[in-house]
């Protein structure tokens, strides 16, 4: 069979036994394709697009165009990534209803040859994490823990330790009122996680203070929320882990201010 072209190539359909063997392959790889035949109609070339899936939690959307978002997810087998999904503001797009700050849900996406922009393929909502919308303060200090995340890790690395710090702490916040012990145990045990775990031997801190530090990194949320702190041990915590943060980081999220 010969195949017309006008240039050296172009885009056409393949018949016949490589059709159904590149079909298979291609099934089996999971992958989205072009085939190019080139002028010889026996030389074919197979372009890969793979497609990645992975469980993610949503930190933060921004629009890109009028039907379009540009989501940034915190996954444990990617890290940060960032995906586009196309069509997600239109009324009857696919997407609707499952993209907002702090779900999760298990998606799928094309991989960028070009940027660490890929595009979102498919989205299977698991979590609304719905009672964080019933307290201000709530979503505040979610808010700020997940800036702190985005502030203190680097994209496309994987952070299988960090993704279920951040989950817990979501499903933790809704469970009690809003407690100072819970931003600072999370600072610690991020801090801890990133390798920057204070030395307290060398710190200033007073025995107390001390002591509540290692209890809130040893502790799951469960217990840090029945920890009892003395208003005085509140603010030599909150004044010691702000330097410690801005001496590591040279900044900290402003949402800082306001959870503590």
């Known amino acids: 069979m010969r195949h017309k072209t006008t240039n050296e190539h172009e885009y056409t359909r393949i018949p016949g036994l490589v059709r159904r063997t590149t079909g298979a392959l291609l099934g089996r790889l999971e992958t989205s394709h072009f085939i190019r035949v080139h002028s010889c109609p026996f030389v074919v070339q197979l372009r890969f697009?793979?497609?990645?899936?992975?469980?993610?939690?949503?930190?933060?959307?921004?629009?890109?165009?009028?039907?379009?978002?540009?989501?940034?997810?915190?996954?444990?087998?990617?890290?940060?990534?960032?995906?586009?999904?196309?069509?997600?503001?239109?009324?009857?797009?696919?997407?609707?209803?499952?993209?907002?700050?702090?779900?999760?849900?298990?998606?799928?996406?094309?991989?960028?040859?070009?940027?660490?922009?890929?595009?979102?393929?498919?989205?299977?909502?698991?979590?609304?994490?719905?009672?964080?919308?019933?307290?201000?303060?709530?979503?505040?200090?979610?808010?700020?823990?997940?800036?702190?995340?985005?502030?203190?890790?680097?994209?496309?690395?994987?952070?299988?330790?960090?993704?279920?710090?951040?989950?817990?702490?979501?499903?933790?916040?809704?469970?009690?009122?809003?407690?100072?012990?819970?931003?600072?145990?999370?600072?610690?045990?991020?801090?801890?996680?990133?390798?920057?775990?204070?030395?307290l031997a060398k710190s200033k801190l007073t025995p107390g203070a001390k002591r509540i530090v290692n209890a809130l990194l040893a502790s799951d949320w469960s217990a840090v929320s029945r920890l009892k702190l003395s208003e005085a041990q509140v603010t030599e915590l909150r004044l010691f882990l702000h330097g410690f943060l801005i001496f590591h980081l040279d900044r900290i999220p402003k949402g800082r201010t306001v959870t503590l």
């Not at 930190?59 to 039907?67: D, F, G, N, V």
């Not at 709530?138 to 960090?162: G, H, K, M, N, R």
Request: charged share 25%; proline share 7%.
């Open 49 to 199: 697009q793979m497609v990645e899936r992975t469980q993610g939690l949503i930190l933060r959307t921004r629009p890109l165009t009028e039907t379009s978002l540009i989501i940034h997810w915190l996954t444990p087998d990617f890290g940060r990534i960032a995906t586009v999904a196309k069509g997600a503001r239109r009324a009857k797009s696919p997407f609707r209803g499952k993209l907002d700050l702090f779900y999760l849900a298990d998606f799928s996406f094309s991989r960028s040859r070009r940027s660490e922009l890929h595009t979102l393929s498919e989205v299977v909502l698991r979590e609304t994490h719905s009672a964080l919308r019933e307290e201000l303060a709530w979503l505040q200090d979610a808010s700020y823990c997940a800036a702190l995340v985005e502030q203190t890790t680097e994209t496309e690395t994987p952070l299988p330790t960090i993704f279920p710090l951040m989950t817990g702490l979501l499903n933790h916040l809704p469970k009690q009122p809003p407690q100072p012990q819970t931003i600072f145990a999370f600072e610690l045990k991020l801090l801890h996680e990133l390798g920057l775990k204070p030395d």
